[in-house]
């Protein structure tokens, strides 16, 4: 398929998915929250693909945030709506994707750009990366899963402030505060980003699927993380994948995970 806004790059078992519009900063709009969406889908269809990788072009931004123009003149009915269809399309998306998704943020990422890398199941920033939920200084919120998410990683108190005071982080506060897990020259980034990714790619892409499953439920209202984990974990026992891994630890030697 063919993208205006995004570049999605298939090469050993990993998608990147990088933004790509450096004039704007690489902000969201509802076209390139669109092609994300279809670009996501197809790279967790596609054969072969075991890790996707997020990340924005260029040296300047991962994503700057949301198009404001596309929404500034919206009514209370349309503000509801541009929430709730953009979680559902993107964000909860990603952070439901049984692919891992790994935000490679290699600049700013602020709004809905910080929300993007916050759906990721983990994140890997670059020394020059700035991070923060600017919304209440245009007099509005996050919408699309910041103020859930945000304290989920850092904690209630310091989402409280970040949120409150509109201001930025850089990577080693985020560090710090546990919203990445590492930080990086820019030079590095993607290369260290495909490393970790190579990690996953050698085991059972089933079982971390069923891991992805169990760690969300814990998050999830109404939904028991013991729970899910006891269910996905007898699943496991069902998979070829758990067949093969069991014998080649039994036989002592690499296992060869057919992904089913």
Request: charge should be negative; proline fraction near 2%; charged fraction near 20%.
């Amino acid at each position: 398929m063919t993208y205006e806004n995004i570049r999605l790059d298939k090469n050993e078992g990993i998608a990147i998915i990088t933004i790509d519009r450096p004039s704007k900063l690489n902000a969201l709009n509802s076209a390139t929250i669109k092609e994300l969406h279809k670009a996501l889908k197809e790279a967790d269809a596609a054969k072969g693909i075991k890790v996707i990788i997020l990340t924005g072009s260029g040296e300047k931004a991962f994503v700057a945030g949301a198009d404001i123009s596309e929404f500034a003149d919206f009514s209370v009915a349309q503000g509801e709506q541009l929430a709730a269809e953009g979680q559902a399309k993107l964000f909860d998306f990603v952070a439901h994707l049984s692919t891992p998704v790994i935000a490679a943020v290699n600049g700013f990422a602020l709004g809905g750009g910080l929300e993007l890398a916050m759906a990721a199941h983990f994140r890997i920033a670059s020394e020059n990366a700035k991070m923060g939920l600017p919304e209440v200084s245009l007099g509005v919120i996050p919408g699309y899963g910041g103020t859930q998410r945000l304290p989920q990683l850092v904690g209630k108190g310091r989402a409280m402030e970040m949120i409150m005071t509109a201001g930025m982080i850089d990577a080693h506060q985020a560090l710090q505060y546990g919203l990445v897990n590492h930080v990086t020259s820019l030079e590095e980034l993607m290369e260290f980003t495909q490393k970790i990714a190579q990690k996953i790619i050698r085991n059972s892409s089933v079982a971390i699927a069923a891991a992805i499953t169990a760690i969300n439920a814990g998050y999830e209202d109404g939904e028991n993380g013991f729970e899910e984990e006891i269910t996905q974990f007898g699943k496991c026992f069902g998979t070829a994948d758990f067949h093969e891994g069991t014998q080649a630890f039994l036989e002592k030697r690499k296992a060869n995970f057919p992904g089913k």
